[in-house]
């Protein structure tokens, strides 16, 4: 029954390993978000998606690449993973319109060691 | 880009006491959302704020939207401890539908 799930919760890796995040909603929404959130809470967004459609590409590092196979699937693959890359990452989705805010997925904290 | 600022960052207060929790942003909107963040949670929605003059209550918690002033804020009324949490804002501009968060407030309320 989970509204936006992610997968895995948590990832510990080696720096320099390629890692996959995994992100599925259940609500029929039509756009779904990347966000960091830094050792401050400081959130930040990554990359949105509207119904497969790459629409937000805000400045991050070419390493992450994000995935849409359909509209209720966004995954976020990261190549060459640094420590800088350790943070909590929140896969968010919302209908058309801003009128009902995002809904989030649990978040999955990567640590890269 | 787009700024915003919440204050205070930290926030300490007796159970019992009112306080309120600012947000300021930079550009035009009248968009405005409240989260709250457990430790080690997720985001969990708490008002969304959609005109002008905008006032929602939950509980003990209010928040209010001044479109002109780019002001938004969020009282509190007589903390108990369960309102313990960090408390984010979040502001869409006119054209798009991303967020952009505010710095969070952290709350602490002491018994």
């Known amino acids: 029954d989970t509204a936006v799930s992610q997968t895995p919760k948590y990832l510990v890796t080696q720096m320099g390993n390629d890692k996959s995040i995994k992100c599925e909603q259940n609500?029929?929404?039509?756009?779904m978000y990347w966000y960091k959130q830094d050792s401050k809470k400081f959130l930040k967004i990554m990359f949105s998606?509207?119904?497969?459609?790459?629409?937000i590409n805000e400045t991050v590092p070419n390493r992450f690449s994000p995935k849409s196979p359909d509209k209720a699937h966004l995954n976020l693959h990261i190549n060459s993973l640094e420590l800088g890359d350790s943070a909590v990452y929140f896969c968010?989705?919302?209908?058309?319109?801003?009128?009902?805010?995002?809904?989030f997925g649990s978040g999955t904290r990567l640590t890269v060691v | 880009e787009l700024k915003v600022e919440q204050n205070p960052l930290f926030l300490s207060m007796q159970e019992g006491k009112n306080y309120t929790i600012y947000c300021n942003y930079s550009t035009t909107s009248d968009r405005l959302y409240w989260y709250r963040q457990d430790p080690g949670k997720s985001l969990e929605s708490l008002f969304v704020l959609l005109s002008n003059g905008a006032v929602k209550q939950e509980g003990r918690l209010m928040a209010s939207l001044d479109t002109k002033a780019r002001l938004s804020t969020l009282h509190i009324t007589a903390a108990v401890h369960d309102l313990s949490a960090t408390y984010f804002c979040a502001v869409t501009p006119f054209t798009g539908n991303q967020f952009y968060f505010g710095t969070g407030t952290s709350l602490t309320v002491i018994p």
């Open positions: 968010a989705s919302s209908p058309v319109g801003t009128a009902y805010g995002y809904t």
């Open positions: 998606y509207n119904n497969k459609e790459l629409i």
């Open positions: 609500l029929g929404h039509d756009t």
